[in-house]
């Protein structure tokens, strides 16, 4: 099962604007990580902010983490239409991993 | 090699066969992972393998039988599916972090399985 929401559920951009997501969850956790999916295939890991941290950067990306609320958010800077996939969070707990149902970015050219 | 990889890329069986999906990861990770995720679903963990030992089992049907040989490979075997288990199975691994969970986890591209 899912541990919580992501909104928006789609997201349509121009290039260079930049885009936000946010996921919410309902238990503790461990950490919080941000994948990528492009269409039909893997995941890749962007990030993984851990419960005692606030804020990380990893170059265009800022994920900030409020765990009094129970979430997150992914920014991405200065977009570009190769970010163009859908994005997911997902939870740690106790080694219990749970994506979020997820985000889909459209980044037009 | 920081690859996941998993065979076939595609799978087509009846209700009646018996098919295995494979994973394999040469990074030295301790846990490995199967995921179901069906068409703009999030994936959804069924199984987790931690020091080749089972200790996640998302309530799967027993129609699916995880197996890890080795620190190295996972497989799922499959018998007698049902068409409402066609998905795509990602296969992941990590390291284990201890206290404070898991680390990154590395996806292999799928196995896209499609039940007659």
């Known amino acids: 099962s899912q541990q919580g929401e992501e909104d928006p559920q789609a997201l349509s951009i121009q290039e260079g604007e930049n885009a936000t997501m946010n996921c919410s969850y309902k238990t503790s956790i461990n950490n919080l990580q941000w994948y990528r999916q492009n269409s039909g295939r893997g995941l890749v890991h962007l990030i993984l902010i851990r419960s005692n941290e606030r804020e990380k950067h990893s170059g265009r990306l800022r994920v900030t983490l409020d765990t009094s609320k129970k979430s997150s958010s992914l920014l991405i800077t200065a977009s570009r239409a190769a970010d163009t996939a859908s994005y997911f969070c997902a939870t740690d707990n106790n080694n219990d991993m749970r994506f979020g149902a997820g985000t889909r970015l459209t980044v037009k050219p | ?116």
């Not at chain 2, 390291?95 to 292999?108: A, H, K, T, V, W």
Request: glycine share 6%; aromatic share 10%; charged share 20%.
């Open chain 2, 1 to 116: 090699d920081t690859e996941v990889t998993q065979t076939p890329k595609h799978l087509v069986m009846g209700m009646t066969n018996k098919k295995s999906l494979k994973c394999e990861q040469h990074m030295g990770h301790r846990a490995m992972y199967w995921y179901k995720q069906k068409a703009k679903k999030p994936p959804e963990l069924m199984f987790v393998y931690s020091y080749e030992k089972l200790s996640i089992n998302e309530s799967v049907p027993s129609r699916f039988s995880p197996e890890c040989p080795n620190s190295s490979l996972l497989n799922l075997h499959l018998h007698a599916l049902q068409p409402e288990d066609s998905a795509l199975y990602l296969c992941a691994s990590s390291q284990p972090s201890g206290g404070d969970g898991y680390n990154e986890q590395f996806f292999g591209p799928g196995t896209r399985l499609t039940v007659l």
